[in-house]
T-cell receptor, first 114, second 113 residues
Framework: SQTIHQWPATLVQPVGSPLSLECTVEGTSNPNLYWYRQAAGRGLQLLFYSVGIGQISSEVPQNLSASRPQDRQFILSSKKLLLSDSGFYLC?????????????FGSGTRLTVV | KQEVTQIPAALSVPEGENLVLNCSFTDSAIYNLQWFRQDPGKGLTSLLL?????REQTSGRLNASLDKSSGRSTLYIAASQPGDSATYLCAVRGGTSYGKLTFGQGTILTVHP
């Protein structure tokens, strides 16, 4: 079965510091990968998605970037964190190209920018 | 733009009750609809996935229905238990090539003994 590993589980970072969150996938090949953010009092928002190595699309302009250096690795980064970057970051995957696959989510990273 | 609404926002029931959570969406051009459960501070656990061509799916005490033409889905939980307490999220997968998932705001369910 498909498994998503995210780390770290929690992170406290000062404003202006860099960020790197990693997501790795097991149990499937060539997944579609997604980064979602859940901010306090707000719903889940899609940040980035990737359909293959090196292919990244951004949903909203922001202080963050994403990269996919390997088929089953998805990284969320920032050069300088803002207070507004605080939130719960979730990596997710789907499989296939027909759109019928359900989403599988990782356990998330709680980021607090202080 | 797809919008997903969940009613009620919160629900508190005694153990043993049967309950219904509602979800509505504005754009019927979807691939599928998925119900998730989220425990505090945790990730999302998929409960049920209904394809756009299906009317319902069942798993144990859970039953989800989909009426795509009217833009509605319901999640039925039978014989609720305190362990069912969590936030329940409805999400629809859009008709684009990458299939963006649009979430509702969730229903916070509390089942008390």
């Amino acid at each position: 079965s498909q498994t998503i590993h995210q780390w770290p589980a929690t992170l406290v970072q000062p404003v202006g510091s860099p960020l790197s969150l990693e997501c790795t996938v097991e149990g499937t090949s060539n997944p579609n990968l997604y980064w979602y953010r859940q901010a306090a009092g707000r719903g889940l928002q899609l940040l980035f998605y990737s359909v293959g190595i090196g292919q990244i699309s951004s949903e909203v302009p922001q202080n963050l970037s994403a990269s996919r250096p390997q088929d089953r690795q998805f990284i969320l980064s920032s050069k300088k964190l803002l207070l507004s970057d605080s939130g719960f970051y979730l990596c997710a995957l789907t499989t296939g190209t027909g759109g019928t696959s359900g989403y599988t989510f990782g356990s998330g990273t709680r980021l607090t920018v202080v | 733009k797809q919008e997903v609404t969940q009613i009620p926002a919160a629900l508190s029931v005694p153990e043993g009750e049967n309950l219904v959570l509602n979800c509505s969406f504005t754009d019927s051009a979807i691939y599928n609809l998925q119900w998730f459960r989220q425990d505090p501070g945790k990730g999302l656990t998929s409960l049920l996935l209904i394809q756009s061509s299906q009317r319902e799916q069942t798993s144990g005490r859970l039953n989800a229905s989909l009426d795509k033409s009217s833009g509605r889905s319901t999640l039925y939980i039978a014989a609720s238990q305190p362990g069912d307490s969590a936030t329940y999220l409805c999400a629809v997968r859009g008709g684009t090539s990458y299939g963006k998932l649009t979430f509702g705001q969730g229903t916070i369910l509390t089942v008390h003994p």
